[in-house]
């Protein structure tokens, strides 16, 4: 905590609670996070202390949050979800209550926040985090896409569920419940990208400003998710670089795996893209576990209802899906894994 401290006054250097390239920074920057995002592009966002704390504050300002309240962590430091909470932690005045690795009954505090992989789990196994989720007056969910089937059943379990929107380049959530918080705009691009702006928003990616110029414009940062605004409430459709052209045809992994959690709503699967001459990009499936349909009552349902271009041209049979510290997953080690299988 004092190093956070030191590094949000300018007291001392840039920090990074991950690996990065990157030997100086410009000296408006506070912290440094790695990310690869979905796309496995390597960028070192730079943050300054004014962003993080802009951020923090708008947070606590949409959750009625008040000095002396408390936060838990559950969630990793090489991540800005979990740098986000020892920064709102420090606004309140309070300490975090490190819970990540927590065995049994969990204290009580007044905010967390988690990633749908944790809810799940609350929800289905882990009765003591469930408990502690109940009791916090709000919990926040993000890092990876929310189904509206798991948020109702953590609704009607009794937990305030917060939906958050976000990324590194945002310093973490930025727009809750569909509402952008205090400060952030968010509009759609002509090519339907959401587009973010306000003080929260990184200052560079310092390994690559070149890039970092490609998606910052007149204060306006453009993501590569696809979203529309709906009764003055964003909506996140997917990410653009989600979407594979397959035989000529625009094809959508997560609405693949939509369609296969829809009807086989016990079956562990991923849709990962492989190259192939024929098809330009040709999607397969992988399948973790042992308990899933056949192969040909699977390519049945997603020929109904997607169509003939989003059948899958093979299949990857795993004991478990790989994914990233935050619970997405993991296409880029899916793609590995089927190249060494062929």
Same mark, same amino acid.
């Given at each position: 905590?004092?190093?956070?401290?030191?590094?949000?006054?300018?007291?001392?250097?840039?920090?990074?609670?991950?690996?990065?390239?990157?030997?100086?920074?410009?000296?408006?920057?506070?912290?440094?996070? =790695?990310?690869? #995002?979905?796309?496995g592009?390597?960028?070192e966002? /730079? +943050?300054?202390?004014? @962003?993080?704390?802009?951020? $923090?504050?708008?947070s606590?300002?949409?959750?009625?949050a008040?000095?002396?309240?408390?936060?838990s962590?559950?969630?990793?430091?090489?991540?800005?979800?979990?740098?986000?909470?020892?920064?709102?932690?420090?606004?309140?005045g309070?300490?975090?209550?490190?819970?990540?690795h927590h065995?049994?009954?969990y204290?009580?505090?007044?905010?967390?926040?988690?990633?749908?992989?944790?809810?799940?789990?609350?929800?289905?196994?882990?009765?003591?985090?469930?408990?502690?989720?109940?009791?916090?007056?709000?919990v926040l969910?993000?890092?990876?896409?929310?189904?509206?089937?798991?948020?109702?059943?953590?609704?009607?379990?009794?937990?305030?569920?917060?939906?958050?929107?976000?990324?590194?380049?945002?310093s973490?959530?930025?727009?809750?419940?569909?509402? =952008?918080?205090? #400060?952030?705009?968010?509009?759609?691009?002509?090519? /339907? +990208?959401?587009?973010? @702006?306000?003080?929260?928003? $990184?200052?560079?990616?310092?390994?690559?400003?070149?890039?970092?110029?490609?998606?910052?414009?007149d204060?306006?940062?453009?993501?590569?998710?696809?979203?529309l605004?709906?009764?003055g409430?964003?909506?996140?459709?997917?990410?653009?670089?989600?979407?594979i052209i397959?035989g000529?045809?625009?094809?959508?992994?997560?609405?693949?795996?939509?369609?296969?959690?829809?009807?086989?709503?016990?079956?562990?699967?991923?849709?990962?893209?492989?190259?192939?001459?024929?098809?330009?990009?040709?999607?397969?499936?992988?399948?973790?576990?042992?308990?899933?349909?056949?192969?040909?009552?699977?390519?049945?349902?997603?020929?109904?209802?997607?169509?003939?271009?989003?059948?899958?041209?093979?299949?990857?049979y795993?004991?478990?899906?790989?994914?990233?510290?935050?619970?997405?997953?993991?296409?880029?080690?899916?793609?590995?894994?089927?190249?060494?299988?062929?």
């Amino acid at each position: 905590m004092a190093h956070i401290v030191s590094a949000l006054a300018s007291d001392g250097p840039a920090l990074s609670l991950g690996s990065v390239s990157a030997a100086e920074v410009p000296k408006s920057i506070a912290l440094v996070i =790695p990310t690869s #995002g979905s796309t496995g592009v390597s960028k070192e966002v /730079g +943050l300054s202390a004014s @962003a993080l704390i802009a951020s $923090a504050r708008a947070s606590h300002k949409y959750l009625g949050a008040e000095p002396g309240h408390t936060w838990s962590l559950l969630l990793p430091l090489t991540h800005i979800a979990g740098i986000n909470i020892l920064i709102r932690s420090l606004e309140l005045g309070t300490t975090p209550l490190d819970l990540s690795h927590h065995v049994g009954k969990y204290p009580k505090v007044d905010f967390t926040s988690v990633v749908p992989t944790q809810l799940f789990r609350a929800l289905h196994s882990e009765q003591d985090l469930l408990e502690h989720l109940q009791s916090a007056q709000a919990v926040l969910v993000g890092g990876a896409a929310l189904t509206p089937e798991l948020r109702a059943l953590g609704i009607s379990a009794g937990i305030n569920i917060i939906e958050t929107y976000g990324m590194t380049e945002t310093s973490g959530g930025c727009v809750y419940n569909g509402t =952008p918080l205090e #400060g952030t705009s968010v509009e759609i691009s002509t090519h /339907g +990208l959401i587009k973010i @702006a306000g003080p929260t928003l $990184a200052s560079t990616y310092v390994n690559n400003p070149k890039l970092w110029s490609e998606v910052f414009h007149d204060g306006w940062f453009t993501t590569s998710d696809i979203g529309l605004i709906e009764n003055g409430l964003l909506q996140v459709a997917g990410r653009v670089d989600d979407i594979i052209i397959s035989g000529g045809e625009n094809i959508s992994l997560s609405a693949v795996e939509k369609e296969l959690e829809r009807a086989f709503p016990d079956l562990i699967a991923a849709a990962f893209p492989v190259e192939n001459s024929q098809w330009g990009d040709s999607i397969f499936l992988a399948l973790a576990g042992d308990n899933h349909p056949s192969e040909d009552e699977i390519k049945e349902v997603l020929v109904a209802s997607l169509g003939h271009g989003a059948t899958p041209k093979g299949f990857l049979y795993l004991d478990e899906l790989p994914k990233s510290s935050l619970g997405k997953i993991d296409r880029g080690t899916l793609i590995e894994l089927h190249r060494r299988s062929s």
